[in-house]
């Protein structure tokens, strides 16, 4: 399966039509169906539904469309490492971050790099830990952001001292909103909204002591953004970390913290053993830098 190949599909995919897609890439129609017949003959499936107007998808050609993509970015991605050898420190570095007010490191840390190499930019991903540990897997993000418990046995890593204390979102006008903190103990019979995450859930059972398995658990969530309309219509108390709310400013919900109080600390993480390229390499030096600065 050649690239070249690949950005074919991605074109016809792109344009759902092949006179257009065959005209954006320079090359005749037959060439282009032929090309793309070859690959749907090599991987053994049908990639597309051949409609009157216009070409869509299989189920396998959408899941071919997610991994070439990631493999023109990689390949975008080395060539362009392999260019900033003989140049000027220029490029992108691409950085999958978890929800936490340890990503407040960035801005500071970006501002403070591109002074010194302005032709640096920077390319920033939000999702789940296993999303950020999967790319970063395939070559396509350069480091993580994430927040313990974060399984990070096979990366090399750096602890930032930055820590997010746990706690509950809810309606304002909970009662539990009331107090200054919460306890496994105030929740039970309430509804509940918690990390789907395994590992998450491992770790609060751990704090919160067997109370947290008598919970009544209502949905589970892997990002803030839907599970908080639970805390805003005020149908559920939702798990979550204190950073995770720097968007939700609203005077209709509310965190409290746990009692006794819980936190999980942040780390940055890279692949092991595979070199980097020089302007995450010098990134990586910029936190460092600030970190021993500013003391966190």
Known sequence: MELRVLRYFLALA???NISKAAESLYITQPTLSRQLAELEEELGTTLFIRGKRKITLTEEGMLLRRRAEEMVELEIKTENEFRQRNENLSGTVSIGAAETRAAEIFPRAIESFRKKYPDVTFDIHSDIADHVKERLDRGVLDIGLLVEPGEIGKYEFMRLGIEDRCGILMSAKSPLAEKEYVTVEDLQGLPVVANKRASVRDFYRRALGEGFDRLNVIATFNLINNAA???LQDRGYVFTIEGTLANYKNDELAFRPFYPEISQ???IIW???????????RFLEEIRMLIGHDGI
């Open 14 to 16: 792109r344009e759902e």
């Open 265 to 267: 600390p942040t780390f």
């Open 271 to 281: 692949k092991r053993y595979q070199p980097m390229s020089r302007p995450v390499s």
């Open 229 to 231: 309309l639970f805390a």
